[in-house]
């Protein structure tokens, strides 16, 4: 089981907003440890989306933001488009696990 | 634009051993902390280890601790994962990733590699 827990999938039709959860524990979101998000089709490399809870690299749409508080965090897409269906993960810091990034089990969004 | 290529991925017995090789470009290898994260078929991405820009820190996951070791060669720019006493359940993609950020616990990846393939099998 990952330590932190992202819904296994979500959906939404082309232009629709979609929101992807990312839930942890007071030993990582919760210890203030920041939330970072990254757009992932199987076999081609991970792209960051999201860094620091809520900053876009440059190149990244504006359709793409994030948000934390508390244990949680989440990832919000607006304007639906084909090319956004991925797989998106949510990573941060586990301070009970000696220099140990964590990652969420990761959440296959589907557009309809 | 940094690049990073992975190689050395390959099909090993169980108990074998592998190193995979990642070389860097197009950044100054030595400033920043590198990173493997796999992932084992249809599953999730698992981060494996991470070592320190002047590689003087390593981290592991429980699940590599003591079987694994990172390493770096910075007049190579080339990062590197010796992996010993293979597992059927490291079979796997690994990425090869650029650290950024700042303290430790804020790090994320932002650039990754192509990924190379590991298959533990007899």
């Known amino acids: 089981q990952s330590v932190l827990t992202q819904p296994p999938s979500v959906s939404g039709a082309p232009g629709q907003r979609v929101t992807i959860s990312c839930t942890g524990s007071s030993s990582n979101i919760g210890a203030g440890c920041d939330v970072h998000w990254y757009q992932h089709l199987p076999g081609t490399a991970p792209k960051l989306l999201i860094y620091g809870n809520t900053n876009r690299p440059s190149g990244v749409p504006d359709r793409f933001s994030g948000s934390k508080s508390g244990t949680s965090a989440s990832l919000v897409i607006t304007g639906l488009q084909a090319d956004d269906e991925a797989d998106y993960y949510c990573q941060s810091f586990d301070s009970s696990l000696s220099g140990s990034k964590v990652f969420g089990g990761g959440t296959k969004l589907t557009v309809l | 634009e940094p690049q990073l290529l992975e190689s050395g991925g390959d099909l090993v017995p169980p108990g074998g051993s592998l190193r995979l090789s990642c070389a860097a470009s197009?950044?100054?290898?030595?400033?920043?902390?590198m990173s493997w994260v796999r992932q084992a078929p249809g599953k999730g991405l698992e981060w494996v280890s991470t070592?320190?820009?002047?590689?003087?820190?390593?981290y592991y996951a429980d699940s590599v601790e003591g079987r694994f070791t990172i390493s770096r060669d910075q007049s190579k720019n080339t990062l590197y994962l010796q992996m010993n006493s293979l597992r059927a359940e490291d079979t796997a993609l690994y990425y090869c990733?650029?650290?950024?950020?700042?303290?430790?616990?804020?790090?994320?990846?932002?650039?990754w590699g192509q990924g190379a393939l590991v298959t533990v099998s007899s």
């Open positions: 990733a650029k650290d950024q950020g700042h303290p430790l616990q804020n790090y994320y990846l932002d650039y």
């Open positions: 070592i320190s820009g002047t590689g003087d820190a390593t």
């Open positions: 197009g950044f100054t290898f030595s400033g920043y902390a």
